[in-house]
Structure formats: C-alpha cells, structure tokens
C-alpha cells in the first residue's frame, strides 16, 4: 500500500496562490492515479483535480478548471495542487488520494487517503 501527507496548506487573500504538496511513500508512485478532494465544515466531500499514473490527463472539476492545476513528479514521489485566484469558496480541507486503477472524481473509489491540510481563503 502506499503512504500519502499533504502539506502547503495556509491563509491567503482572496486572489492569491498556493501549492499544496502530497508526498508518497510505501509502494512505487508511477503505480498510482491521484485525486485531490476537498471538504468544507458541514459539506460533502468534494472533487477537485486527478491526474493519470503518467500524468498525461488531468482533469478537474468545473469549480477550479482554469484556476488550479494538478501535477506530478514521479522521480519525487509527489503529486502537485496549483491553486491560483482563489476565492472564499475555495476554503476547506484539501485532500490526496491514491488508487491502482481509477483517476476520476468518485471519491469512494480511492483507496489511499493523506490527512488533509486546510486552506483557508478570506475575502
């Protein structure tokens, strides 16, 4: 199985950056699609981004597409949240996952889940 920890998460003015990280650890990365979810107080949890094994296809939710960007570096291990012009709504817990086989935005289909970090957006 394989370890995910996010991290990157942090306040930020409306329209700002940031990037979160989610490093992989246990077995080989390239061996898995990850999502990004995020989840805010009191809603479910949310798709926001996936990107292949090969990172050849990412995709995103309506919500983001434009603004974020999901990314990988399979010699680090790591998977890639670039997250510009944010906005109030964007505020949550930003989660990775992991799955051998699926890249989309089902979230009850990962098996692997990091901890979260919390971004939270002020206006």
């Known amino acids: 199985q394989v370890q995910l920890e996010e991290s990157g998460g942090a306040p930020v003015q409306a329209g700002g950056s940031l990037r979160l990280s989610c490093v992989a650890s246990?077995?080989?990365?390239?061996?898995?699609?990850v999502g990004w979810f995020r989840q805010a107080p009191g809603k479910e949890r949310e798709f926001v981004a996936a990107?292949?094994?090969?990172?050849?296809?990412?995709y995103y939710s309506d919500s983001v597409a434009g603004r974020f960007t999901v990314s990988r570096d399979n010699a680090k291990n790591t998977a890639y949240l670039q997250m510009n012009s944010l906005k109030p709504e964007d505020t949550a817990v930003y989660y990775c996952?992991?799955?051998?086989?699926?890249?989309?935005?089902?979230?009850?289909?990962?098996?692997?889940w990091g901890q979260g970090t919390q971004v939270t957006v002020s206006s």
């Open positions: 246990g077995r080989t990365f390239t061996m898995y699609a």
């Open positions: 990107i292949s094994r090969s990172g050849a296809t990412p």
């Open positions: 996952a992991a799955d051998r086989y699926y890249s989309g935005d089902d979230y009850v289909e990962y098996d692997y």
